[in-house]
């Protein structure tokens, strides 16, 4: 005795999905309108070489995104626009990043093609700091840095702590053991 799979039982909603919107109320949840990778490379042919595209595409390479992050987010917003699915996203991610380098280098800006490849030259900060402690040492005179008296904020509000001894007496601190001995 063979048992049969009733084909209506797979076409149900999702359990849950009543309770956050309506069916097909977001972008990913239709049909997308590009269906080939041919027809999403010329999608984003037009759409990166638009004037005011092109402007902000150079803009956030000169600030320090890099190509490869850049497409990624291209095309993944295309995928939750609705505009492809999530496959050719991912096929289609190459050819922006080309895209967006050859703008750069069309209009002669500098870019980072992947942070993975990417090695700046950083000082750390903790080598940068013993550098001007020790300069400062050297030439105290010359140093432009004021000393800076500790500051406290007092604790006030609902969960602060009430004041001690110690910090109501201020600058009248009681004398150390060693002061006494």
Do not use: C, F
Request: aromatic share 6%.
């Amino acid at each position: 005795m063979e048992t049969q799979l009733n084909p209506n039982l797979l076409t149900g909603p999702i359990p849950g999905m009543s309770l956050t919107s309506e069916q097909g109320s977001y972008p990913w949840e239709n049909p997308s309108q590009l269906n080939t990778l041919d027809e999403a490379v010329e999608y984003y042919s037009e759409k990166i070489l638009q004037p005011e595209v092109e402007d902000k595409v150079l803009i956030a390479l000169d600030d320090g995104i890099s190509a490869e992050k850049l497409a990624e987010m291209l095309a993944i917003s295309g995928t939750m626009n609705g505009i492809h699915s999530l496959d050719i996203a991912y096929i289609i991610m190459p050819y922006i990043k080309e895209l967006a380098m050859y703008l750069a280098d069309l209009y002669q800006t500098d870019y980072i093609e992947s942070y993975s490849t990417h090695n700046k030259k950083r000082i750390p900060y903790g080598v940068a700091r013993n550098v001007i402690v020790e300069v400062l040492k050297e030439n105290p005179e010359e140093s432009a840095v004021m000393p800076q008296e500790e500051m406290t904020m007092p604790s006030t509000g609902l969960m602060s702590r009430p004041p001690t001894e110690l910090e109501k007496l201020g600058d009248e601190l009681p004398p150390s053991e060693e002061e006494i001995v």
